[in-house]
Every structure is written in C-alpha cells, then in structure tokens.
C-alpha cells in the first residue's frame, strides 16, 4: 500500500477519497484523528491477501477534501460512511474501527442503519465531546 487512494465518491459536504485491496470477504477500515488510511498501511496488505479491503480517508482528513466550515464531526462522518457503504454494495461488511473511527462506526450501525457482520473496535472513542469539538 503505497498511501495513494485512486478513487472518489462525492458527497454533499465533500469528495472522500478511497481504494480497495484484494479480493474475498469484504473489511473496512475507518482511521481515527489526526489519522488517515495510512494508518491501516501496514494492516491493509495482510489483511487484503484473503480480503476485500475497503479504505478511506474521513471527510477532513488525508486526500478526502478539506475547507473551512465543513462538518467532520462523527455525526456527519456516520452519514458519509453509510453512502459509502451503498456505494460499496457492501451489506454486512467486517467493520475495523479506530479512535472517534469507532464513533462514526457506532453512530452508523445504531442511527443511521448501516449493518455489519462484525465490528472491531481499537482504542475507539465512542461517545460525546472528547476534547476535540467533534461532539453531535
């Protein structure tokens, strides 16, 4: 993985930028802050020898766009994951989330009706304001 995301889903609050790895049962990763999907780059390549790997850089984040005013909150971030997803295809994907990548995860699965096979979380944040402003 060499870090270069090559493709692109617009959203209404901004392009994301995303790749896949592999082949075979789908797995997503989702970064945490100040993060991107480099921080998968050691993980994806191992993972994508029996997988389908799903990466991408949160809105705000990495190659996905960044501006002044732009929502990146897990609120927000929940809405564009579940796009993604439909865009994907991807019905009940293994889900591996890190840091406030667990809070947009969570707020996926329990508000915004994305469902998953399974879902890890690593160190996640997963619930209000931590320090960050990144609360809603």
């Known amino acids: ?15 994301v930028r995303w790749d896949v790895l592999g082949e075979g049962e789908p797995v997503v990763l989702l970064h945490g802050t100040p993060f991107s999907s480099l921080l998968w780059r050691d993980i994806a390549p191992a993972l994508a ?6 990466l991408w850089d ?26 993604l997803l439909e865009h994907w295809g991807l019905e009940r994907p293994r889900v591996i989330a890190h840091d406030i990548g667990g809070a947009v995860a969570l707020r996926a699965l329990l508000l915004e009706g994305a469902r998953y ?20």
């Open 117 to 136: 096979a399974d879902l890890t979380l690593v160190d996640a944040v997963a619930c209000g304001d931590w320090g960050t402003g990144l609360s809603g």
């Open 58 to 83: 949160l809105l705000g984040f990495g190659q996905s766009e960044q501006r002044d005013g732009q929502d990146v909150g897990p609120a927000a971030q929940a809405k564009v994951f579940t796009r």
């Open 49 to 54: 020898r029996d997988h389908r790997v799903h």
């Open 1 to 15: 993985m060499n870090g270069n995301l090559t493709r692109t889903f617009d959203t209404p609050d901004g392009a």
